[in-house]
C-alpha cells in the first residue's frame, strides 16, 4: 500500500491541525494505522495507531486526551486531529501502515510496513 500523508502547517500554541493519509490499493481496511513523528536530531516517536476496523485506538502518553487518529475504510484515509498543540509537537509527522491481517498495536517503527512522506507542523509558542 503506498501513503500519502497532508495537512501540516505552522500554527500557534493552543491551535488545531488535521493530517490525513490516503492510501491506495485495496487492503487497506486489513492494516493498523498509525502516526509517528519526529523531530529534528530526534528519533522517530510513536504518536497514535488504530486498528484495521477502527474499534480501538491507542495514543502516546504526551498526546492522549489532545490528539485523535480515526479512519474512513470506505475513502481508504486515516486522520489525525491535533487539538491545543504545542511547541513540543513540533516534528514531521508521518503516517505508516501495518502488515496485512496483524491486529496487534506495535509502538515501534520497523513494524510497519509501509510509510508516507511525511508533513511538517510546526507550532510557535
Known amino acids: 500500500v503506498q501513503l500519502q500523508a497532508c495537512g501540516g502547517g505552522l500554527v500557534q500554541a493552543g491551535g488545531s491541525l488535521r493530517l490525513s493519509c490516503a492510501a491506495s490499493?485495496?487492503?487497506?481496511?486489513?492494516?493498523?494505522m498509525a502516526w509517528f513523528r519526529q523531530a529534528p536530531g530526534k528519533e522517530r516517536d510513536f504518536v497514535a495507531a488504530?486498528?484495521?476496523?477502527?474499534?480501538?485506538?491507542y495514543y502516546a502518553d504526551s498526546v492522549k486526551g489532545r490528539f485523535t487518529i480515526t479512519r474512513d475504510n470506505a475513502k481508504n484515509t486515516a486522520y489525525l486531529q491535533m487539538n491545543s498543540l504545542e511547541p513540543e509537537d513540533t516534528a514531521v509527522y508521518y503516517c505508516?501502515?501495518?502488515?496485512?491481517?496483524?491486529?496487534?498495536?506495535?509502538?515501534?517503527?520497523?513494524?510497519?510496513?509501509?510509510w508516507g512522506q511525511g508533513t511538517q507542523v510546526t507550532v510557535s509558542s
Open positions: 505508516a501502515a501495518g502488515r496485512r491481517g496483524i491486529a496487534s498495536v506495535s509502538y515501534y517503527p520497523y513494524a510497519y510496513e509501509s
Open positions: 490499493g485495496r487492503d487497506f481496511n486489513m492494516r493498523m
Open positions: 488504530i486498528t484495521d476496523n477502527g474499534g480501538s485506538t
